[in-house]
């Protein structure tokens, strides 16, 4: 790939990845939020195609592979069937509400912007003008995490910092290693079961899947 | 001599888009519920069923409520002028349209606000329950749109480095790049939740509803009738016709004349025909499939297109 | 022209003081106002002619101060200011003897409000320290004493007077210190010779420096009504007479910016940029809180008040822009946005001034400023509710008024600064953009609101509904600052090369090359130009237009009937029936309900035979402002504990007093020895 091309399609890819992760704080039906994250996912794993190929990296293209399958596929049909269980799958009542939540993802966002200037810096190529969209990502996962209210959106949470940290390190440094990225993987798939069983103890117990319902076992 | 003929040629410009404006906009009304009528399963009024409407009111008595004020009369008068205004000025079927180095694309947006105004000012007027409703929750829907629409023309405006409508038009027949780039997508993907929103189009609200309670812009104009009534008409069918033809000019900005010859103008006219029908022809069969949202709904959506639009300005500081 | 014509101007200020309070009978009222609109001619000419040729005009007057004598030194940014100030001034007092029956015909009123006047004029003109802060004190007393004139006896308005007198006070006594420090340290009281001296080696050390800026952006930017120090002026500008109203909203407002830019840009010579950034932090927050505020506010000179924070508010993202280019070494920009602050002043002080006096003759016309009460103005007095809606639209920004212009100048700063500068530059604009854009949106409701609930549809009380057109005078007095609001938003370009010579002076711009055009606006470097004058005559010519198509097409329709509007079909409609302010704004108030916390409470009681039939429904909603209950109330309170702690020292004993002069003599010798 060159030039031109490669930078239009990556500022795509890393483009899509945050649109995705503001479109979660959007949605309140957690079966689409799911399906942004597959989406994520899969625009994730098409920067790394897009920078593999670049470079003609075999690994990384394999990494790219790796993660299709991993958050395009797996995660997502796992959530989604924790959401399929869930009776009822909105998140109706988010600590924040949604337009608060959605200009402080913009603010967020900008805030990536402000304070990636070294990092930026580094690497000056194009992959590395973009590693703003990464940080912003993972900061919209944390911040998920802090102001939702379901188990689900939790995770998505998680995963949204998990895909903002790799693209950071797909365009700061061309990827993890693959052993690394596979490790890291499989971390979060683990994650991801353990945090199902999880959801599925608490839905026996309290019906919902709302975190806030944990506060009673404190009581 | 010639300036004569460049001020003929630009007025002819102008003419020619406002009545393809004009007359197009509200056949596009008419290709809308055509349809969204086909969608359901109806066969629907016919396309040209809105300008038959139109001609009809025109030549029917006039009727003022007893508590009105000039401010009701001017109300249609207003939103009318600013969409044959901007209409004149706008690169719809040329980019070099008359004034072209004036059409700014923020005076633009403030100035099709001053319709706007106006008409929640006539409802006001009225002194009835329904005007005082369909002005609030129109003026409501208007504070939120604003920004999310000032944010739309800022995303579009960075990478061209103006503010100038033409120019941006232009920009993107020039360098197709630009049309793909993210900054531009996300930027229109927000415009078009606001054309939705501002034209009163499902979901915000629903152009076909007859119960007052959940009318908006119906709910403004309940007291209009005779030829206010079809100058209110045509006014906000051109006003979608006018945001939907800038709309897809900044999409797709090919098929736009250069210039302003004759030869140009009917091509011109004839793409930018197509182009606003195919779009109002996806408006439709969207709103076919959506329910009208609750008005205090209304906010998560337009908050999103205004981050749309500030992560639209945010890509352009990286690719820049 | 002569430096002494500004020294010339006192005289008629002085004069007309003396007139208002000391002439017997009821045209002192109009001697004192025609004294003062004098003073006002004179400090408009002056400035006009320093504005049009970019020097300053200085004059000394060691006779009228003890000590250092005064000094006048007009540059051109204060003769923005002076001239400004004057024009709302001569506005003011034109409305003045329609309005003096309700609280200003009174000696002390008469009296004051000159000195007011002359104080603001002679604050922007000071070229040292001691006339500026002498000036400055002057104008706070003599407002406060204003803001009382009216009805001194209500709770409100001495509540409000209270607020007004703690926070002006905390003010100037900030702003004291600060010019205080700077002077000292440059060991001269001339403004002149300090700002030569702020380039040199021997500047302000850091510390000393930012404790300055700090002292002044609290000082000048409560006097701005910037948040969080906004609390007095929803307070007071409504409680003030209105003329004073206009006054302190049209131009002592403005006099706090223009402390601002006087300390930081010119007697420091810059300031870093954080500071900068928390200027323009302040104002985006202020923007956006006076815009709510106001738009959900259902007293007409309130929601003025509010919207004058929004609209400072603005001025404060200008004038903070402007400093962090400039620090930046971006000077052609820096030059700019301060341009575009300028304006914003300008603007703010025709279209706000103007809403006042309009404001005033509503509420002499039908004894309320409540918007609830009001309506159907529009039949009852025609050309003062022209005069409101012109003005109104202004603020709202919509073409063809100043508002508008100055709204575009902003938005293509911004614009300018996120296309060429570092990346948090780039950053803060965009945030400001976001700010000015939810602030334009929001605001535009609090004066549709404003326009349609006060002025149009059915008059909603008895006093709205014997409303008669107040005297001319006051009908002028506000037009003439609606005509300033149509012709800055038709012609910018008469004030925008004088207000560019200005900004150019204070950043030191070599070429003020930024702005240029005959008709239209057009920047240096940029591909569009904005034509207000064809903007108006592009409406003006498809109204026509759409008229005569309306009227021409089916020309031999029946003429027109006047009917009942439609309301279900029931017969009676009632204008209690109509929305009100309340209701109208109700689904913003929803909307912003984390940043308002309203306090709603709903009381539905049932009838005795059945519960299903509802007797009556009590609704009552009050919106406080957020600032003042989580930010003030704490402080008041603790301030009042530690008063009723001090009470115990108090048991009335001579004896007990005179032991603790006695003890605290002691200690002073103990400490000193």
């Not at chain 1, 998990?162 to 440094?173: M, P």
């Not at chain 3, 703690?166 to 010779?193: D, I, K, P, R």
């Not at chain 3, 012109?390 to 700063?413: H, I, K, T």
């Not at chain 3, 029936?577 to 108030?589: K, N, R």
Request: glycine residues 10%; contains cysteine.
């Amino acid at each position: 790939m060159s030039g031109p091309s490669f930078a239009t399609a990556l500022e795509l890819g890393a483009g899509a990845v945050l649109v995705c992760a503001v479109l979660t704080m959007w949605r309140r039906s957690l079966a689409a939020i799911v399906r942004l994250l597959a989406l994520q996912g899969v625009a994730l794993a098409a920067v790394a195609l897009v920078l593999g190929l670049h470079a003609r990296d075999g690994v990384l293209v394999g990494v790219g592979a790796v993660v299709v399958v991993e958050k395009g596929v797996a995660l997502p049909a796992v959530l989604l069937r924790v959401v399929a269980r869930d009776t009822s799958s909105r998140e109706t009542a988010p600590l924040v509400n949604v337009p608060a939540s959605l200009v402080a993802t913009g603010a967020l966002t900008l805030l990536a912007f402000a304070v990636a200037g070294p990092v930026v810096a580094l690497v000056p190529t194009v992959a590395g003008r973009l590693v703003p969209l990464g940080l912003a990502t993972a900061l919209i996962g944390i911040f998920a995490m802090a102001v939702r209210r379901r188990a689900v959106s939790q995770i998505v949470g998680l995963l949204l910092l998990d895909n903002g940290i790799a693209l950071v390190a797909f365009l700061a440094t061309g990827g993890f290693p693959l052993v690394v990225e596979l490790g890291a993987s499989l971390d979060v798939l683990l994650l991801v079961v353990v945090a199902r069983v999880l959801g599925t103890r608490l839905h026996e117990r309290f019906g919902v899947l709302d975190l806030d319902e944990l506060r009673e076992l404190h009581d | 001599m010639s300036a004569l003929v460049r001020l003929g040629a630009a007025a002819c410009v102008a003419v020619v888009q406002v009545l393809l404006v004009a007359g197009g906009g509200l056949l596009l009304l008419g290709v809308m519920r055509k349809t969204r009528s086909r969608c359901e399963g109806r066969v629907g009024p016919p396309v040209r069923q809105p300008l038959l409407d139109v001609v009809k009111l025109v030549s029917k008595q006039r009727i003022r409520p007893a508590a009105a004020s000039p401010v009701f009369v001017a109300g249609p008068v207003v939103v009318a002028a600013t969409a044959v205004l901007v209409t004149a000025v706008a690169p719809l079927v040329t980019s070099d349209p008359p004034l072209a180095r004036s059409t700014d694309f923020f005076a633009v947006v403030l100035v099709l606000l001053l319709g706007s105004v106006s008409l929640a000012l006539a409802a006001l007027d009225t002194a009835t329950p329904f005007g005082g409703m369909g002005a609030s929750r129109a003026t409501t829907i208007g504070a939120l749109t604003e920004p999310a629409l000032l944010a739309v023309v800022l995303a579009l405006s960075v990478p061209a480095r103006t503010s100038n409508l033409p120019a941006l038009v232009r920009e993107g027949i020039v360098d197709p790049r630009v049309v793909a780039s993210p900054g531009r997508i996300l930027a229109l993907c927000a415009f078009l939740v606001v054309i939705v929103a501002e034209t009163g189009r499902l979901p915000v609200d629903n152009p076909q509803t007859h119960l007052e309670l959940t009318m908006i812009h119906e709910a403004m104009v309940l007291e209009y009738s005779g030829p206010d009534l079809a100058l209110v008409t045509v006014g906000e069918s051109a006003r979608l016709a006018l945001l939907l033809g800038i709309f897809v000019n900044l999409a797709v900005p090919w098929g736009v004349a250069p210039g302003r010859g004759a030869a140009e103008l009917a091509v011109g006219s004839a793409v930018l025909v197509a182009k606003v029908a195919i779009a109002g022809i996806a408006i439709a069969t969207f709103e076919v499939f959506t329910a009208k949202l609750r008005l205090f709904r209304l906010p998560e959506v337009l908050a999103g297109a205004f981050v749309l639009a500030l992560l639209g300005v945010a890509s352009t500081l990286v690719t820049r | 022209m002569n430096g002494s014509v500004l020294g010339l101007e006192l005289v008629p200020g002085a004069a007309a003081a003396a007139a208002g309070a000391l002439f017997p009978g009821r045209h002192r009222v109009h001697l004192a106002a025609g004294l003062t609109v004098v003073t006002c001619a004179v400090a408009a000419v002056a400035a006009g002619a320093v504005l049009r040729s970019g020097h300053g005009l200085v004059v000394r007057a060691s006779g009228i101060l003890p000590l250092t004598g005064a000094r006048l030194d007009l540059v051109p940014v204060s003769a923005v200011f002076v001239a400004t100030t004057a024009v709302v001034a001569i506005a003011a007092c034109i409305y003045w003897p329609g309005y003096a029956h309700h609280g200003l015909s009174s000696r002390t009123a008469s009296g004051v409000l000159p000195i007011f006047v002359t104080s603001m004029l002679v604050v922007a003109e000071a070229g040292d320290a001691v006339t500026f802060l002498v000036a400055w004190e002057l104008m706070a007393v003599s407002s406060l004493v204003l803001v009382l004139a009216d009805q001194a006896g209500r709770e409100e308005t001495r509540s409000a007077a209270q607020w007004y007198a703690v926070m002006t006070s905390a003010g100037a006594a900030a702003v004291v210190l600060a010019v205080v420090l700077v002077c000292a340290h440059a060991g001269a009281l001339s403004f002149a010779t300090v700002a030569a001296r702020a380039g040199g080696a021997d500047r302000l050390p850091g510390g000393t420096r930012d404790v300055v800026l700090v002292l002044a952006l609290v000082g000048f930017g409560s006097k701005a009504g910037m948040v969080p120090l906004h609390v007095w002026l929803p307070k007071a500008h409504p409680e003030a007479p209105s003329p004073v109203s206009a006054l302190m909203s049209g131009a002592m407002v403005n006099l706090g910016i223009y402390g601002i830019v006087l300390v930081a840009d010119r007697l420091l010579g810059g300031a870093p940029s954080w500071w900068w950034a928390a200027v323009m932090a302040l104002g985006a927050a202020s923007a956006l809180f006076g815009a709510v505020q106001a738009s959900v506010t259902s007293d007409l000179k309130r929601l003025l008040a509010y919207s004058t924070t929004d609209n400072m508010g603005l001025v404060l993202l200008a004038l903070g822009l402007s400093g962090l280019l400039a620090t930046g070494h971006e000077t052609d920009l820096a030059v700019l946005a301060l341009v575009t602050a300028l304006l914003l002043v300008v603007n703010h002080a025709a279209f706000k001034g103007c809403l006042f006096l309009a404001a005033g003759s509503i509420q002499v016309a039908t004894g309320t400023r409540e918007l609830d009460r009001l309506g159907g103005l529009v039949r009852r007095m025609p050309a003062t509710t022209a005069v409101f809606v012109v003005a109104a639209l202004a603020v709202a920004a919509v073409p063809p008024f100043n508002g508008f212009v100055g709204e575009w100048l902003l938005f293509e700063s911004l614009l300018r600064a996120i296309e060429s500068s570092g990346v948090v530059v780039a950053v803060v604009a965009v945030v400001a953009v976001a700010a000015l854009a939810l602030t334009g949106g929001v605001s535009v409701m609090a004066f549709v609101k404003a326009v349609g609930i006060g002025a149009l549809g059915r008059p909603r009380s008895a006093g709205a509904a014997a409303a008669r057109e107040v005297p001319r005078a006051m009908v002028v007095g506000a037009g003439l600052l609606a005509a300033a609001c149509v012709v800055l938003g038709i012609a910018p370009m008469l004030v925008l090369p004088s207000l560019e010579r200005a900004a150019a002076s204070v950043l030191g711009g070599a070429r003020p090359a930024v702005l240029h055009g005959g008709i239209d606006v057009a920047l240096a470097g940029l591909d569009g130009v904005l034509a207000p004058a064809w903007i108006a005559v592009g409406l003006a010519l498809a109204a026509a237009v759409v008229v005569a198509a309306r009227d021409r097409i089916g020309s031999r329709r029946p003429p027109r009937r006047v009917a009942a509007a439609w309301s279900c079909g029931r017969e009676l409609q009632t204008a209690r029936m109509q929305y009100t302010a309340t209701s109208f704004a109700e689904p913003l108030e929803r909307v912003f309900d984390d940043v308002l916390r309203p306090d709603r409470d709903v009381t539905v009681s049932h009838s005795e035979e059945s519960r299903y039939f509802v007797e009556k429904v009590a609704y009552r909603s009050t919106v406080g402002d957020v600032v003042e209950t989580a930010l003030y109330r704490p402080a008041v309170d603790a301030v009042r504990w530690w008063g009723r702690q001090a009470r115990r020292l108090q048991n009335g004993s001579v004896h007990r007093y005179l032991a603790y002069a006695l003890v605290a003599l002691l200690a002073l010798f103990v400490v000193l020895a």
